[in-house]
């Protein structure tokens, strides 16, 4: 084979990957609709109030026969759909990987999942219960798809191009919920000039996503391809466990796997610990907004825009530090960032939102980029052809297992009665996860799992 030939063959695959590339982004782009508008904004507050008009005079609501205050019904329906999501992604994972068939697999996740959150414009009048099947079955189809969206990045990037790779998908994520939530807030507070009601802008808005999501979707689908699952002698089990084990079983068989691997498991130890803070932040920054600093609903929903534009900005910056510094530096840094803002946080006057809106600038500037970046870092730790049982422990630690920080802040509140105590006791999981991850020694943890060690890392 001569040299020109050489140049050509590997100009088309560079070509071939930045298409794949591009198509991976648009899943980001697809999805990320439904944790913006539909998750952190619009479901909660409107299922809470389609249970509170079925419920008794007591306050409660009665699925299969169980008393459930109408005002908790849509945080046990969140619970329910993250327990079937931990059952179910171990073992689309390991027959992804068995197969090397993960398109298929993310088509039927994702297209079940655009199909309950459309269907969630027809939760009218007191439909409590199809608001919590449709939002069980949204939640868990998208853990499913994400895990399997997030297997494809070690191979369609080669070690030095996965941080860059990484951040560019969360910032098209982003960058996709923000646009949807302008346009759904522009319905939502202007709807009678719409001539239709609060009620139905918000089904429309619910309804909308899944379109999106499942609309986008196509993109991915046509550009990724499916590899050969080549390497299943690697990949075989060596404790005994059978390739078919269901449910736990398959679960406990990849934790028995990752054992294996210590290093690796040492990071997911980590990241379980500071993304378990991170979540608790997102979640709860709004309580902390609306209770202890008096802050209308209207200011509320602007952080969280301001959040999600500026999270764009802090993806792609991120990814641009960790070129220079690598991306196990550049996210200490973040945690470091976190930790602060936490703290600068504490300190804020009450009913004075323009500090609200400079704590959520810094957190849009830190969110995507530290999330990307662990995403990529991740992936170098991965055994080749485990891509997407490995992802499915990862996608368990980012939504199954972050019930801890709820846990302390609940706890904090309880027993101080205030919000700040119970913000600043959340630095806790930044400080903890930045020495966890510190002692990493992630070169020797790539090495271990039989990748490449890039030359920044």
Same mark, same amino acid.
């Given at each position: 084979?001569?040299?020109?030939?050489?140049?050509?063959?590997?100009?088309?695959?560079?070509?071939?990957?930045? &298409?794949?590339?591009?198509?991976?982004?648009?899943?980001?782009?697809?999805?990320?609709?439904?944790?913006?508008?539909?998750?952190?904004?619009?479901?909660?507050?409107?299922?809470?109030?389609?249970?509170? &008009?079925?419920?008794?005079?007591?306050?409660?609501?009665? *699925?299969?026969?169980?008393?459930?205050? +109408?005002?908790?019904?849509?945080?046990?329906?969140?619970?329910?759909?993250?327990?079937?999501?931990?059952?179910?992604?171990?073992?689309?994972?390991?027959?992804?990987?068995?197969?090397? &068939?993960?398109? *298929?697999?993310?088509?039927?996740?994702?297209?079940?999942?655009?199909?309950?959150?459309?269907?969630?414009?027809?939760?009218?009048?007191?439909?409590?219960?199809?608001?919590?099947?449709?939002?069980?079955?949204?939640? +868990?189809?998208?853990?499913?798809?994400?895990?399997?969206?997030?297997?494809?990045?070690?191979?369609? +990037?080669?070690? !030095? !191009?996965?941080?860059?790779?990484?951040?560019?998908?969360?910032?098209?994520?982003?960058?996709?919920?923000?646009?949807?939530?302008?346009?759904?807030?522009?319905?939502?507070?202007?709807?009678?000039?719409?001539?239709?009601?609060?009620?139905?802008?918000?089904?429309?808005?619910?309804?909308?996503?899944?379109?999106?999501?499942?609309?986008?979707?196509?993109? *991915?689908?046509? /550009?990724?391809?499916?590899?050969?699952?080549?390497? /299943?002698?690697?990949?075989?089990?060596?404790?005994?466990?059978?390739?078919?084990?269901?449910?736990?079983?398959?679960?406990?068989?990849?934790? /028995?796997?990752? #054992?294996?691997?210590?290093?690796?498991?040492?990071?997911?130890?980590?990241?379980?610990?500071?993304?378990?803070?991170?979540?608790?932040?997102?979640?709860?920054?709004?309580?902390?907004?609306? !209770?202890?600093?008096?802050?209308?609903?209207?200011?509320?929903?602007?952080?969280?825009?301001?959040?999600?534009?500026?999270?764009?900005?802090?993806?792609?910056?991120?990814? $641009?530090?960790? $070129?220079?510094?690598?991306?196990?530096?550049?996210?200490?840094?973040?945690?470091?960032?976190?930790?602060?803002?936490?703290?600068?946080?504490?300190?804020?006057?009450?009913?004075?939102?323009?500090?609200?809106?400079?704590?959520?600038?810094?957190?849009?500037?830190?969110?995507?980029?530290?999330?990307?970046?662990?995403?990529?870092?991740?992936?170098?730790?991965?055994?080749?052809?485990?891509?997407?049982?490995?992802?499915?422990?990862?996608?368990?630690?980012?939504?199954?297992?972050?019930?801890?920080? *709820?846990?302390?802040?609940?706890?904090?509140?309880?027993?101080?009665?205030?919000?700040?105590?119970?913000?600043?006791?959340?630095?806790?999981?930044?400080?903890?996860?930045?020495?966890?991850?510190? #002692?990493?020694?992630?070169?020797?943890?790539?090495?271990?799992?039989?990748?490449?060690?890039? !030359?920044?890392?």
């Amino acid at each position: 084979m001569d040299i020109d030939t050489v140049r050509t063959t590997a100009s088309d695959e560079a070509a071939e990957r930045r &298409r794949e590339q591009r198509g991976w982004y648009f899943y980001d782009w697809a999805c990320s609709v439904y944790s913006t508008s539909v998750l952190t904004v619009f479901l909660g507050p409107y299922l809470t109030s389609v249970a509170k &008009r079925a419920a008794d005079a007591d306050g409660y609501v009665h *699925p299969l026969g169980i008393p459930v205050r +109408a005002g908790s019904f849509f945080a046990y329906s969140v619970s329910l759909s993250v327990i079937v999501a931990v059952l179910v992604m171990p073992l689309v994972g390991a027959a992804a990987d068995r197969s090397g &068939r993960k398109k *298929p697999l993310l088509g039927v996740a994702a297209y079940v999942g655009a199909a309950a959150t459309t269907g969630m414009f027809f939760l009218g009048g007191d439909r409590y219960l199809l608001g919590g099947a449709l939002l069980i079955v949204a939640n +868990a189809a998208q853990s499913v798809a994400m895990m399997l969206c997030n297997s494809y990045l070690p191979q369609i +990037a080669p070690p !030095e !191009e996965r941080d860059a790779v990484s951040s560019r998908g969360w910032a098209f994520g982003y960058a996709a919920g923000s646009l949807v939530l302008v346009v759904d807030l522009v319905l939502y507070l202007a709807h009678d000039s719409f001539g239709v009601s609060e009620s139905m802008a918000v089904r429309i808005c619910l309804a909308s996503a899944g379109l999106w999501w499942g609309g986008f979707t196509l993109i *991915p689908l046509l /550009r990724l391809r499916d590899r050969p699952a080549e390497t /299943r002698k690697a990949t075989a089990r060596t404790d005994g466990t059978a390739r078919t084990a269901p449910g736990f079983r398959q679960l406990a068989a990849t934790v /028995r796997d990752m #054992r294996r691997h210590p290093l690796t498991l040492a990071f997911l130890l980590a990241y379980l610990i500071y993304n378990d803070g991170i979540q608790t932040v997102i979640s709860q920054a709004s309580v902390y907004g609306s !209770e202890e600093l008096g802050l209308s609903q209207s200011t509320l929903i602007g952080a969280v825009l301001l959040v999600q534009v500026l999270a764009v900005a802090g993806a792609l910056g991120m990814g $641009r530090l960790a $070129r220079t510094y690598g991306a196990k530096r550049t996210i200490l840094g973040s945690l470091a960032a976190w930790t602060l803002t936490l703290g600068a946080g504490y300190f804020l006057p009450a009913g004075a939102p323009v500090g609200f809106f400079l704590l959520a600038a810094a957190i849009g500037l830190v969110l995507g980029g530290s999330q990307a970046l662990s995403r990529s870092l991740f992936s170098h730790l991965v055994p080749p052809g485990k891509e997407a049982e490995y992802f499915s422990a990862y996608e368990m630690s980012d939504r199954g297992m972050s019930w801890l920080g *709820p846990l302390l802040f609940g706890v904090t509140y309880q027993l101080t009665g205030s919000y700040r105590d119970a913000i600043i006791s959340l630095v806790v999981f930044f400080v903890v996860g930045f020495l966890l991850l510190v #002692r990493v020694p992630v070169r020797q943890a790539i090495r271990d799992a039989g990748n490449p060690v890039p !030359e920044r890392i």
